[in-house]
């Protein structure tokens, strides 16, 4: 799953135990809190066992399940099939297996029952045979627990607001896995945000008066986000430090410059990586920014897609707001904000005028970065950008 992925949790099950699966066929969609992904299955067989059900999370190295090969489906009795393993998952560790909760089986019947009251079946003691929970003991166990709403995550804030009762809103696996990463980075990084004016005026006169040829030349909108990227990508070659991490063996400066760039989802946020900005025009950057931005919002990004970032733009201006304090994407360095580009006021040469004005706001770790060298890196972005050459644009 890539080497800064730790867990992952499965969503569905694409077959169900008991249906062939051919090689290469998608198995199983799991969620991580980078991008969710099928898993395909690197064999022929039978899906013989179902080892971590939906909804769970599981460790890397950890087993999904098992495939008997077609041969052996009838000598080879149930949860002891001829094993293989699913592609880049290895043999359980010790360490794996005791953290793994313990499996069940459910009927279907109770499984869908169980996700239409949102019951967490691990909670539900089961009558059956073996302990099986059958549905009886699933539907007195809805009977007994305090009444309150279910919502779907689509809810709007004018049902919240006028229920009444108690909500309980189920948390996505890619919600819980933002979460878990927002806290690890700021328990883990020593967080400090700085905040620069920009001034955007030419490149707002620029874009107005190159808009139509731009699209019609690219067939894409010419947006400040290429722009700052840009700008970013020639500061992070000037000021090394940003472009690298902090570990315990030492800091680890990268030589590739890739940056992430935040994409809002109605259900989260997912960080694509364009990979070594700094050696791309500005038209390939502006092509390839809107692509990965309309494949990640669409669902199709790959999981190498979102691996290896250096370094994260967060253009949080497009969505109206002025001023942020982004958190950083752990084990980077940094994160620039962008915010709104905002006409109003300003004082230059003693005299009052209107310009098109935004605020930089980058978060660095300052374990490994000072106010100095911050200071030095944003500068380095925003006089570009107010001296912004345009001959690259063309």
Known sequence: MGESIAEGTVITW???????????????????????????????????????QEGVTALVGAVLAYISEASHTDTVPPGKPVVERLEGVQATTLEAE?????????????????????????????????GRITRKDLLDFIAQRPQVTVQSPGVGPQHLVHAAEDQILPISPMRKAIAEHMVRSQRTAAHVTQIYEVDMTAIEGYRQAHQEAFLKQTGITLTFLPFVVKAAADALRAYPLMNASYTREGIIVKQAVNIGIAVALEEGLIVPVLREAD????????????????????????????????????NFGALGTLIGTPIIVQPQAGILGFGKVVKRPVVINNAITIRSMAHLCLSYDHRLIDGAYASAFLNHVQTTLEHFDFSIVR
């Not at 077959?15 to 898993?39: F, H, Q, R, W």
């Not at 996700?115 to 691990?122: A, F, I, P, R």
């Not at 920014?289 to 190498?304: T, V």
Request: proline share 5%; no cysteine.
């Open 98 to 130: 005791a953290a793994a909760p313990a499996t069940h089986w459910y009927s279907p019947a109770v499984l869908d029952l169980a996700k239409e009251h949102g019951v967490d079946l691990t909670r539900v003691r089961g009558t059956g045979t073996d």
């Open 279 to 314: 050696k791309k025009s500005f038209l390939t950057l502006a092509k390839q920014l809107a692509d990965l931005a309309a494949r990640a919002r669409d669902k199709r990004i790959s999981l190498e897609e979102v691996h290896q970032g250096t370094f994260t733009v967060n």
């Open 14 to 52: 694409l077959k169900k135990v008991g249906e062939p699966v051919a090689k290469d066929e998608p198995l199983v969609a799991i969620s991580t809190d980078k991008v969710d992904v099928e898993i395909p299955s690197t064999v022929a067989g039978v899906l013989s066992e179902i080892v971590v």
